[in-house]
C-alpha cells in the first residue's frame, strides 16, 4: 500500500511508542508527539492541552509533507482514587478532562479540512470500560473517556460521508509500564505489539472498529445484569471498609 502520512499523540512509551514504531518500520512517514523531549526529527515535544503547540505541530508535519492521511488519538491520563478521597481534588477531573477530552477533540477538528482532502482517517484509542457499567474509583477518567467516545461516534457519520474513516479501538487492559505499578499488574492484559497489529490493519482497511471477542457479550451482561453487578459492587465496596 502507499506509504501514509500519519500523527499518533502520546509516543514516547506503552502503546503508543510501539504503535509508533510498528508503523514506522512497515515504510509510512510517521510522526510522534508526547510532553517528553524530542527523539529525533520524526517526534515533537508537545503538550495535547496547548493549542498554540498543537497547531504549530500540525503545521510543521504539513508544510513539509504536504498533507495528512492519518491522526491516531493515542495520548492518555489514567487515574484510580475514590470519589472520597478526591474532594479536594477537583483539579483531577479537570486534567484527565482536557488530556482525554478536549485535546483530542481539539486536534481533530484542526484537522478535519486536511482528512476530507486526503481521504483521511482518525483513529481514537479508546478503553473497552466505556462501553460497560461504570466502575466505582474511576470516575474522572472514565467519565472523560467516555466523553470523547460520544463526541467521536457522533461526528463520525458527519466525516465519513466526506471520506473520512474513523476508527475506534477498544482495548482491555494493556501490559505496559503503568499497569506494572497499579492494582492490575497481575490481571490478564494485552501485549502493546498485539495493539500494533491491530491498527495498522485497521490502517490498511480503514475499519469502523475493534472490539476484544468477548466484549459484546460484555455489554450485552451489562445491560441486562446492570442491577445485579450494582448490587454486588456495593457490597463489595462495604465489605473492602471493614
Known sequence: ??????????????????????????GHKVYGSSRSSGQGIDHFQLDVTDPVSCQKVINSIVEK??????????????????????TDRYHDVERSMAINFHAPV??????????????????QISAANVLLL???FWSAYQSSKVAFDQWFRSVAPELRAKGVAMT????????????????????PA??????????????????????PWW?????TISFIF?????????????????
Open 1 to 26: 500500500m502507499k506509504p501514509k502520512i500519519i500523527l499518533i499523540t502520546g509516543s514516547s512509551r506503552g502503546i503508543g511508542e510501539t504503535v509508533f514504531h510498528h508503523l514506522k518500520s512497515l
Open 65 to 86: 509533507e504536504g498533507r495528512l492521511d492519518v491522526l491516531i488519538n493515542n495520548a492518555g491520563k489514567s487515574i484510580r482514587r475514590s470519589v472520597l478521597e478526591s
Open 106 to 123: 481539539r486536534l481533530s477538528l484542526s484537522l478535519i479540512q486536511r482528512l476530507i482532502e486526503s481521504n483521511g482517517q482518525i483513529i
Open 134 to 136: 461504570p466502575a466505582p
Open 168 to 187: 475506534s479501538i477498544y482495548l482491555p487492559l494493556v501490559r505496559t509500564k503503568m499497569v506494572a505499578y497499579d492494582a492490575y499488574k497481575n490481571y
Open 190 to 211: 494485552m501485549h502493546p505489539d498485539h495493539v500494533a497489529n491491530i491498527i495498522f490493519k485497521k490502517v490498511i482497511n480503514r475499519g469502523s472498529c475493534y472490539k
Open 215 to 219: 466484549l459484546p457479550l460484555m455489554e
Open 226 to 242: 446492570r442491577s445485579i453487578i450494582n448490587f454486588w459492587m456495593f457490597h463489595k465496596i462495604k465489605r473492602s471498609e471493614k
